[in-house]
């Protein structure tokens, strides 16, 4: 049985962590740590989860913790884990990182995006960034420290990746229309996130500057071998869950100014996703819809070509809180610990 | 492993049950009956099981069904399987019946609140209320038909039976205020419930004539040992699952005037769920929401005692489609194949 | 033209004010007034009047305000005009108060359910009911002070009224299920409050204990010539506007042991609403529906006659924004200046 | 007083161009043309007008409409006006089409997008684009044909406009990502437009198909002077109303390579929108959102200069019902009988 810790366990994603961990049976949560209801009981935070979970809240105690766990998950702000990991830690557990900590490389690259000094850079060399589909050769028992991708990250990153991968596309005409359910937006007390404010309503935020874009180019650059640079815009949607991206980019034409065809297309796509268990390339004409894998670690995608315009449209789908967060850390757990990928995350998707 | 066909799969509830039923270890589904989609793959109507179901769909026969099923579940509009049914389908087969057709014992009742004639009312009398909390003991692999209970009617009943079983309550002052999500409604293609009609809105509907209100009075009858008459209002509510019952009574007074005790009250609902897997009693003045039970088989109860009024309002929430139908049908079915009730049906409620 | 003030002018109701008032053709806001944004402008606070209010928000100078203003709509907190009006003020002015501060004539009552001492309840006996269609000839041009119905009060009241009035029913016996889009709750940044605990999500709260309850006892017995208690619970909705009323009362049998009958009770409600321009009582068998009324003065009203419990089951549906505050506040203006009561409120209701 | 008559009055623009015409003080309604509710009061079918609209509907008679009518309000099925339209009609009275019919000049091109035929091509010269802010000086009292734009088209066109129209894009490059509450599917009953189905998803459709794109490119090749091809990708919304539409294009660089400053691009938008009463160019960093229009005629732009791409991203917002169906037809109706532009439309926007 594995012994898990939890930083940051009353959370959105946190709360997610501790639904998905109910349903995993190598996994036993020993610690739920949240500095906000300490020696509260969890599931007077959560409901949902009264008479399933006795536990009471624990404070942030990453060291002790590390004693006490076989893995930590932290779902943390920005900042938090580099401020406090040690080498004395990860010798001890693994850590799973919900956060941006250790998803880019490039340490001014985030200090630049994320407007934070970064305190321990030292381990950003060794982390493992955590897109199983994408990076699963690297994720071993070996492993010590996961940096779980951003929830608009694995949804962009999934859907261009085969086309940007095999050279399908002009990667520097990509364009990432990003619509988001409110939970990407914490449980923090804020007047925006009032409910009155985000229903009946839809916007977009962050334009042309928000924290993912570093991360979706990286990894787009490493699928292309070259630098990448994009527009990434995300927007608010009044829904609970779920992630739609609408992306663009013109189809590299062939020496004799074709486009590259819907079956080529088609085969990129299945290349890299034929045999994965929790990416779904639907059938041609059908759009994918966040409805079709809430509750679900699956990402639906799918692509149109446009003919008159030479550009391909991709879409993806997924839920934010659980292949956008949650599922995919119990994902990097599982290969962490020479487990079935897919243990704890075998829901089907709930309609409606 | 038991074979399993459903008839009347691509409505809500059988699409529920689809779901659950994939998480069933000892089930596999041999028969997805909709005469709307003959032969048009089953996730091609819910492409949530897209890659998880290859099957298609298939005619209503429910006599050719009955050779290759241990159970069948009918998720059908009233009377149809009421027309259908035949003592040697059931000398072959199981029957679960979602509808309400052998719900009410007394044909004339039916008739009255249904507008339509029963055509095979000599099954009355062994169909079972598979209201498995309260009928657990006459729900047996002995037990070849089961009248599964309906949404409303589960909630408002095991909300209010605690104290109508223990005479705690002046039955006749039941007064049953219930609010529904809209997968209630079915998916049948009407103007009433297109988002934009729902969406932004609240109603009553159904004022003193709704269909559930006797399966209700009938029930309660048995638990207070007499004939009950009580006000039932259901409403529709912006959101996809959920039933909320808000029930008021006035409490029996002692001899000496005084009302009973929170302490009194709480036992009495201890007494029958105090062991129950599904039904939660909350902690005081903790009220049930529909969100803390959506997507599993929990029913939250819970109550306040009114001293002013002299009055106790019950509060119970459930998923409709999980405790109100499909989640009941499984945990029927385990009953019925001598299976732990709660297989199939362990999953923790989805928040947010 | 009349010189307004708003005093909490950043809340919703402050918010649906400033709307209304717009379209008032005989009044001019001079006076935004909000602690939290003093000094920004009301259209940064509000971009739905951008370029159409140029204000910036000042302080909550009642004094000062007094003397620049015909009238002052307080939507504050409750306390808060209680602690600073005084003889001075409402010497200079008129005011009408959103909050509950003048509401309830007992002052005992009022520190009971609302656990704040009441700082100037010499003005108590002065301030008027601001319930037009009942109070209409007590809110006049010699009023000064003007206590504005709450939401839930102003649909409870105008739902039960004429029965109530007319003895048609039990008084001891009513009961009043109510439920409230969230704007009713606010603009304060809770995490209750928050989309996604709200959105699907439907619950009871302040059960036997909502302190709108001994208002709308008050005004229901001055209607019937006694005291009055009744069960009101209020519920929270996954909509931004509107109030649903569903009350139950016992109907009084005549000496013969009949009913009232249909017409009886309809000829009740056509009595006191016949010739009111903002309560609709709909055609037999029409529910109310929140959305028929969105964004507009009207309540709309209706029963339906329970034959088999003699009950009657009465509906209300008004927009809490408008009618159940600032529409009414508005109307109440226009009666205290002696304009025509529906100036500024002939909105038709808002449909999808 | 001007005699407006309108055939599918109870469709969702139809119902909203009702309520609009009540606040409208020069307009009089004298037909409510709805073929499905022949002889129903009108307001049996929209309750929201109940006691304020007392006519019943009336048959689709656009000859006999042409008598009684000084303008007809066409809100149809694509094909129904170009199939019934005459010399005779237009010699008597005006028409504004809410459909595509007269939108598009080249009728190749209708046909093509629409897989209809066109059967009055004859009136294609002289219908009038209606699309206010650009169009203004050719909807005079001399017109007898508007074709009043679409709601994305009417989003997309004012969104980009500006810079089309001074040369400061890229016209390949623009890329139009929009996103629509639901009411714009229409009124009619479709499983995927119910409830359940829309609400908590989201979704693209019409992927590089969809019926608005050549109208919103015939538009844009005016403005820029030369033949524009470019996407559009529709995305259905679980809100009513409201429309956004995120646009990306390539900024055009200055001969020394730099880019156009924030200050050059705001000055074009300017130029176009600063003494628009209905466009609001909103201040630096403020991003439109639908809620802040709501139930007006407004739209609100902005955008963002994307330095690191290059690209501008252009953002807009309407009510789809308002400013992009009934709102603008009814503002083109003041221009065709020489009102005052925004009689009638005056309203602010509603929030929350």
Redesign the interface.
Known sequence: MIKAGIIGATG?AG?ELV?LL??HRETQIVWYGSKSYIDQKYS?V???????VEDVCRDDRLNELADEADVIFTATPQGFLAGVLTEEILSRTKVIDLSADYRIKDVSVYEKWYGIEHKSPQFLPEAVYGLCEINRGRITPATRLVANPGCYTTCSILTAYPLMKEGLIEA?TL?I?A?S???GAG?G???Q?????????????G??SHRHTPEIEEQLGYACGKNV???F?P?L??????I?V?A?ASLKRKPDGSLPSEGEIRSAYEKYYGEERFV?L??PN???????????NYV?VNF??????G?V?M?G?LDNLVKGAAGQAVQNMNLLFGLRESEGL???????
């Open positions: 959105y709360g639904r109910q349903g007077e959560y409901q949902n989860l009264f008479r399933i520097d364009i229309d619509k359910g409110t939970s449980r007390a804020k007047v996130n009032l409910f009155c404010e985000v229903n009946e309503n839809m916007k977009a935020y334009v042309a640079t994009l527009s815009t927007h949607v009044p829904m609970n869950r779920g739609l609408t663009y779904r639907l059938k059908v759009c994918p819809e966040t409805k079709w894998v809430e509750g679900s639906d149109v070509i446009d003919e008159r315009t550009r449209v879409m789908a075998e829901m089907v998707p709930c309609f409606p």
